[in-house]
T-cell receptor, first 114, second 113 residues
């Protein structure tokens, strides 16, 4: 079964540093998302991306965050200047109308900001 | 925006018993309600979903019911097994904001052998 893949699985970074999290969505999917889950809390929507532009973003997704689809397969989340409170598991996800808009999540990238 | 409330936060059952988790939502435009199972440190995995044009859906030991009038939906797991132990999240989406799922707070289900 096709899967959403993410790298790195775990990253530790110094506060103020830039971080890029990478994702390869399921190949025939056209909608891409990033979600965040702070330890012990619920999953929260960050941003959706379709047709090479942001479709919707939450209030969490401020100017420190950006997304990009640099080529035909990768989808990235960049955090420009990380803060302690950015420590969380970041999940990439994808979906498509052909799959009934079911959203498939990647394994996550655990970000620790120290 | 949408708000999803989930109860209970923890649920402990004996193997073979049934487990029921309930969620309410606030946005009457929501029309897609998935349930995810998340094991520790793993991705949320879709276990069942329901759309607003049906009231109930079943898949082996798992069923979901939806009451649009009352704006609540429930997950039912019958004949629970220890491997059902995990965190379960409900979510809601209005379908127009594709992929913008609003999640509930999660239920930690523990099934004792």
């Amino acid at each position: 079964e096709p899967e959403v893949t993410q790298t790195p699985s775990h990253q530790v970074t110094q506060m103020g540093q830039e971080v890029i999290l990478r994702c390869v969505p399921i190949s025939n999917h056209l909608y891409f998302y990033w979600y965040r889950q702070i330890l012990g809390q619920k999953v929260e929507f960050l941003v959706s991306f379709y047709n090479n532009e942001i479709s919707e973003k939450s209030e969490i997704f401020d100017d420190q965050f950006s997304v990009e689809r640099p080529d035909g397969s990768n989808f990235t989340l960049k955090i420009r200047s990380t803060k302690l409170e950015d420590s969380a598991m970041y999940f990439c996800a994808s979906s498509d109308t052909s799959s009934g808009n079911t959203i498939y999540f990647g394994e996550g990238s655990w970000l620790t900001v120290v | 925006g949408e708000n999803v409330e989930q109860h209970p936060s923890t649920l402990s059952v004996q193997e073979g018993d049934s487990a029921v988790i309930k969620c309410t939502y606030s946005d009457s435009a929501s029309n897609y309600f998935p349930w995810y199972k998340q094991e520790l440190g793993k991705r949320p995995q879709l276990i069942i979903d329901i759309r607003s044009n049906v009231g109930e859906k079943k898949d082996q030991r798992i069923a979901v019911t939806l009451n649009k009038t009352a704006k609540h939906f429930s997950l039912h797991i019958t004949e629970t097994q220890p491997e059902d132990s995990a965190v379960y999240f409900c979510a809601a989406s209005d379908g127009t904001s594709y992929g913008k799922l609003t999640f509930g707070q999660g239920t930690i289900l523990t099934v004792h052998p």
